[in-house]
């Protein structure tokens, strides 16, 4: 059932995510198509969609929260790429991830970088330590 909400949701989030987002939403497809759905429309037909800041602030503060949680890598790893696909440069990355180590700990700004890492990795921005 495609509305014009689901489809501008769907357009956004192939432009920030590519595959990985599409990944997401099939994996839910099977089990929980509505929240597949819920997941097009509310953040990126709606959220996503609303003046005021660019795709990289959006997605600068989903890192910084993401980050924050402490417990969302598979969730930051897609909006790290997501990051970069629309032109947010690795150090600034690392630079946010650092930042949540003043409001969130240690231990989520480590685990937060460790999904940088394996991003950078996988898009060889760094080598393989």
Same mark, same amino acid.
């Given at each position: 059932?495609? =509305?014009?909400?689901?489809?501008?949701?769907?357009?956004?989030?192939?432009?920030? *995510?590519?595959?990985?987002?599409?990944?997401?939403? *099939?994996? &839910?497809?099977?089990?929980?198509? *509505?929240?597949?759905?819920?997941?097009?429309? !509310?953040? !990126?037909?709606?959220?996503?969609?609303?003046?005021?800041? *660019?795709?990289?602030? +959006?997605?600068? %503060?989903? /890192? %910084?929260?993401?980050?924050?949680?402490?417990?969302?890598?598979?969730?930051?790893?897609?909006?790290?790429?997501?990051? &970069?696909? /629309?032109?947010?440069?690795?150090?600034?990355?690392?630079?946010?991830?650092?930042?949540?180590?003043?409001? %969130?700990? @240690?231990?989520?700004?480590?685990?937060?970088? %460790?999904?940088? +890492?394996?991003? @950078? =990795?996988?898009?060889?921005?760094?080598?393989?330590?």
């Amino acid at each position: 059932m495609a =509305t014009t909400r689901y489809e501008a949701g769907l357009a956004k989030l192939m432009q920030i *995510d590519g595959a990985a987002g599409e990944a997401v939403i *099939d994996s &839910l497809r099977e089990i929980a198509p *509505d929240l597949a759905r819920y997941t097009i429309e !509310f953040p !990126f037909g709606d959220i996503y969609q609303r003046p005021g800041l *660019d795709l990289q602030s +959006r997605e600068i %503060a989903t /890192v %910084a929260a993401l980050t924050a949680l402490g417990h969302c890598a598979p969730q930051l790893k897609v909006h790290i790429h997501g990051a &970069l696909n /629309v032109g947010v440069h690795p150090d600034q990355i690392v630079e946010v991830i650092i930042q949540m180590a003043v409001y %969130a700990g @240690f231990p989520a700004a480590l685990n937060g970088m %460790a999904a940088a +890492r394996d991003v @950078f =990795t996988e898009r060889g921005l760094i080598g393989n330590n």
